[in-house]
T-cell receptor, first 114, second 117 residues
Framework: AQKITQTQPGMFVQEKEAVTLDCTYD???????LFWYKQPSSGEMIFLIY??????QNATEGRYSLNFQKARKSANLVISASQLGDSAMYFC???????????FGTGTSLTVIP | ETGVTQTPRHLVMGMTNKKSLKCEQH?????MYWYKQSAKKPLELMFV???????ENNSVPSRFSPECPNSSHLFLHLHTLQPEDSALYLC????????????????FGNGTRLTVT
């Protein structure tokens, strides 16, 4: 079974609008961490935001927020006030309590339309 | 100096060549990783080193050989590669703290775009 599922291969959003990128995960660990990364066309993977499984509040970092719904095992990324520079691939990832591995989804390609 | 530096940025090699990818991290992290990114696939973990010791080897073919001489440097030695090995190879580092104190993110380099001809 997939550890991380991103069901939206491509998304479009109007500049200055908000957009939600979906991510669901699968783990039996009680303790785990969830991450979102941005990968522009240049290739580097940029860390955006982190949510711990025991964190009671949703994480926020500037225009990024993580809508964490533990019971549904979802960790959606919300980008507010989209900018043209937000056009990129976005990857959801998880690290479990056991092992050293980070599991990544297949990514969502976001295009911001002027 | 950026956090994680990878060289070269681009590499074209024939199937009989031997080459090496280099990664250096300036973040004081204790874990380093090699990932392979192919089109339309999730990132594939290849190797993990924790305090210079290899802790993961994800069934990677022996034509890929990692080396971690210290916790700041990581190499990936390549020999007799196949065209399907063409991909973006990403190096990353993290601070592997004890469980229960949160999880540190991976910090990636810019990657090496490898083409095998």
């Amino acid at each position: 079974a997939q550890k991380i599922t991103q069901t939206q291969p491509g998304m479009f959003v109007q500049e200055k609008e908000a957009v939600t990128l979906d991510c669901t995960y699968d783990t039996s660990d009680q303790s785990y961490g969830l991450f979102w990364y941005k990968q522009p066309s240049s290739g580097e993977m940029i860390f955006l935001i982190y949510q711990g499984s025991y964190d009671e509040q949703n994480a926020t970092e500037g225009r990024y927020s993580l809508n964490f719904q533990k019971a549904r095992k979802s960790a959606n990324l919300v980008i507010s006030a989209s900018q043209l520079g937000d056009s990129a691939m976005y990857f959801c990832a998880m690290r479990e309590n056991t092992g050293n591995q980070f599991y990544f989804g297949t990514g969502t390609s976001l295009t911001v339309i002027p | 100096e950026t956090g994680v530096t990878q060289t070269p940025r681009h590499l074209v090699m024939g199937m009989t060549n031997k080459k090496s990818l280099k990664c250096e991290q300036h973040l004081g992290h204790n874990a380093m990783y090699w990932y392979k990114q192919s089109a339309k696939k999730p990132l594939e973990l290849m190797f993990v080193y924790n305090f210079k010791e290899q802790t993961e080897n994800n069934s990677v073919p022996s034509r890929f050989s990692p080396e971690c001489p210290n916790s700041s440097h990581l190499f990936l030695h390549l020999h007799t590669l196949q065209p399907e090995d063409s991909a973006l190879y990403l190096c990353a580092s993290s601070q592997d703290s004890g469980r229960g104190r949160g999880y540190s993110p991976l910090h990636f380099g810019n990657g090496t775009r490898l083409t095998v001809t």
